[in-house]
């Protein structure tokens, strides 16, 4: 018999055919922010079971175990970039050109640029470290297409080549190749190769699960802003000349195979560089850095030495830039590295672990931010009014309404530092800033497009206009990391179980990305014997700019499907002032020819402009609804 007492503290069982459901309260997950959840997986704790765990040690067990196979692969490997390095070393001794000669003595430079990254990877790999070696020579593979290709404009047209650490033209006869070419192809296949065999490894050692335990921060935005910086010196003009036969060019103006060649490396290394420091294990990150930085300087180091070593050439800032941003990858990896090192110990020693490492608050980055933006918009409302160009006594200056738009630009990122700088309401601005940054330089370069066509005149420089429409550019893309690493801190607070995708919202966003493809890539006005440049059609130095607004609004938008309803609203409306920016250039450059109208790329752009503010009131009607538990608006 059953007592009835004995089951008054339980719930009834259930009836024939019924079918019961948990109890969602009992299934209910706790909240959980990412601070929270590092700081568990950062608490020291036993050593982790013998398994196949973290990469690094992976590849140790391999190297140093009964076979050796890994150890053997990577001495071939680096022997092999070691032979690509002599062979490159050796292209100008030999003579890459039949009859011409190097500007200055070269090949010294050139052995110990291609040398460097070899030579670290033995050094690497002589401490046993395995993966970093890898990294040291898959980064620069990464570049070696792009490189393959300016060595084809040789081929093409030696007398539109302006590489004076190989040869430097005596005429405009075009004179045949000599075998210091081939040798220049086989030292870049070999370190292609060689590089694409190290990735292999390093995909093979990283195969299996990753050690879960412990924390790495990982450099993801300071490696993309440095390699972004590195790829814009890259590709500016390398050098000035005197000579009529070396004929400089940055990537817009450069022969085809140069400019595609000099496009593929420029983009190749903000990529490289992200990938690299995103990577599971320190070493890979490490070394992969690094790698990336040696790839830098060995484009940019042989122009800036031949401007310093030859009379007729005079230095630029684009390889100045390169040559700096490749110390700050190079610094970057090396603190990966020692960061992870010191982790490793504090997993050994729990007692050494150091205290953990604190960004700056979210209200120190918010008033940097602020104060970044509004100088960058006081610069670009001041460029205007200011003459873009000096020019020879005597001369009037033309109208230069390539520069009006940055009125428009200027107002926005200043209007929104100011809101960042309020305490009130920096948190629900900072989202706007980190798209509308893009509204600065989008306008700067478009403004020194002119200015630097007009340089090339004899006694013509550019203005302060200029100088203040650069300056307000840089402090921008300042203003607009700061509000990305600000982004970053606000997270760390956030539930992470609570966040999910706003499915109509991504709809949007999907359909932003289309229009946004017309509204920057296709010319905003149509008027007789003008062409306005453009992305796919018109390509020109302003054309960068735009192309920089393609990318940032539908990646804001892609992001914003993902975030709180407050900070999504505040992205698209970002967006949308970007998407006005780019409107606005028709009523303020119209009077440049007569019979302007619209054209395609004004009419994506106001179907754009619609769709960013629907998203905007859709994002913005969620963040008026009760948030749900643990998600802050």
Known sequence: ??????????????????????????????????????????????????????????????????????????????????????????????????????????????????????????????????????????????????????????????????????????????????????????????????????????????????????????????????????????????????????????????????????????????LTAAVTAGADDPEVAEGGLLGVAFGVAGVAAPPLVAALAMPAVHVLPGPVIALVAAVALGALGRATGRAAGRSASARRDPSSAPGEVVLPGAARLHALAGGLALASGLAALVSPLLPQLSLPTGLAEPANYAARPLLPAGALVAALGVALLVRSTSAAARPALAVAWTAVPLTAVAALDGVLTATDLPGVRAGFGAWAAGLAALLAVAAGCCAALAGGVERDDVDLTALSVHRPLLVVAVLVSVLALGAFGLPLTDAPGYAAPGVWTQFRAASWGLLLGLLAVPTAMIVAARSRPARAAALALGASGLVCVRLLELPLTAGRVDDVGPAAGFWCGLACLALLLTGAAMAGSGARRSPRRGVTR
């Open 1 to 270: 018999m059953t007592s009835r007492r004995s089951n008054q503290g339980s719930s009834p069982g259930p009836a024939p055919g019924e079918r019961r459901f948990p109890d969602q309260r009992q299934e209910q997950r706790r909240p959980v922010t990412r601070r929270q959840r590092d700081r568990l997986r950062s608490r020291p704790g036993p050593p982790p079971p013998a398994r196949a765990g973290r990469a690094g040690a992976v590849a140790r067990e391999a190297t140093a175990g009964g076979n050796g196979e890994n150890a053997s692969a990577f001495r071939a490997l680096i022997a092999l970039a070691a032979l690509g390095a002599v062979s490159s070393a050796l292209a100008p001794l030999v003579g890459v050109v039949s009859g011409l000669e190097p500007g200055f003595a070269s090949w010294p430079l050139l052995a110990v640029l291609a040398l460097l990254p070899p030579a670290l990877a033995a050094g690497f790999l002589a401490r046993g470290r395995e993966l970093a070696a890898a990294g040291v020579l898959a980064a620069p593979a990464a570049l070696v297409p792009g490189r393959l290709l300016l060595d084809a404009q040789i081929v093409a047209d030696p007398t539109r080549t302006a590489r004076p650490e190989l040869f430097v033209p005596t005429s405009l006869v075009p004179p045949g190749t000599a075998p210091g070419w081939g040798l220049l192809l086989v030292g870049q296949l070999a370190v292609g190769v060689a590089g694409l065999l190290a990735l292999r490894l390093v995909l093979r050692a990283t195969a299996s699960p990753a050690d879960a335990t412990g924390r790495r921060e990982r450099p993801l935005t300071p490696a993309l802003c440095v390699g972004g910086f590195a790829a814009a010196g890259l590709a500016l003009s390398p050098f000035a000349s005197d000579n009529a036969f070396l004929w400089p060019q940055s990537l817009v103006d450069a022969p085809a195979w140069t400019a595609v060649g000099g496009l593929l490396v420029a983009l190749a290394v903000p």
